[in-house]
């Protein structure tokens, strides 16, 4: 494992790490939320290890990051206007949104547990983004924590619990707020709230606030 200072992350580093997450090799890094564990969403085999390092059951999916809406249109289908309103208003930022996979979308099933589903964020952390730009791919992204146990913003106990499994961490410190994403579903032309976390029920709910 390469621990990595954000105090020490230049733009050869971050080509480094971003070449790695590209040939599957799994990094942790913070995110505007909390740590996140992620590599390749298009690599199978990657997928999977993410899964044996949390100890995350296989029928719950994983979401998955991106940085621009020509990514998205590679992995999902975009059917309604309340779906493109949340969007505008709330990315880049915390805000999940489950989608409709599209049916050739080149991600592996286990990315999305073999649902019909995927789970899509554009981050608005700026090393996330350039991440995400220099791999060119996708890159799934689950709390970085062993599944069940708590939310992952202690550096410490990050490198402890999966320090020894992973091939890059960036460091970035403790992380004070442990609030994770917001995340919607648009069901029967309503927005369905099945975790609340930064973006607030308020938010959503104001229609002022997606138009």
């Known amino acids: 494992m390469k621990l990595i200072s954000m105090k020490e992350l230049d733009d050869r580093i971050l080509e480094e790490v971003a070449l790695a997450v590209q040939q599957g090799k799994v990094v942790i890094f913070p995110t505007e939320t ?6 390749n969403a298009f690599d199978e085999s990657a997928v999977e290890r993410i899964y044996k390092i949390k100890g ?3 029928q719950k999916a994983l979401i998955v990051l991106i940085n621009d809406y020509q990514m998205l249109e590679l992995i999902a289908s975009i059917t309604t206007d309340i779906e493109r309103n949340l969007m505008k208003k709330f990315w880049p930022g915390p805000l999940t949104i489950i989608f409709q996979k599209k049916n050739i979308s080149c991600l592996p099933e286990n990315v999305t547990a073999r649902k019909d589903t995927i789970a899509v964020r554009m981050s608005d952390n700026e090393i996330i983004k350039k991440l995400i730009a220099k791999s060119g791919v996708p890159i799934v992204a689950p709390s970085a924590n062993l599944s069940g146990s708590s939310s992952a913003t202690k550096i410490k106990e990050i490198i402890s619990d999966l320090g020894e499994q992973v091939d890059y961490i960036l460091d970035n410190g403790d992380i004070k707020d ?31 606030s997606i138009k």
């Open 56 to 58: 995350r059951p296989e």
């Open 178 to 208: 442990e609030t994770p994403s917001t995340i919607v579903k648009v069901e029967n032309g309503e927005i369905k709230i099945l975790r609340e976390g930064k973006i607030k029920k308020e938010q959503l709910f104001n229609m002022e």
């Open 34 to 39: 909390i740590y996140g564990i992620g590599t």
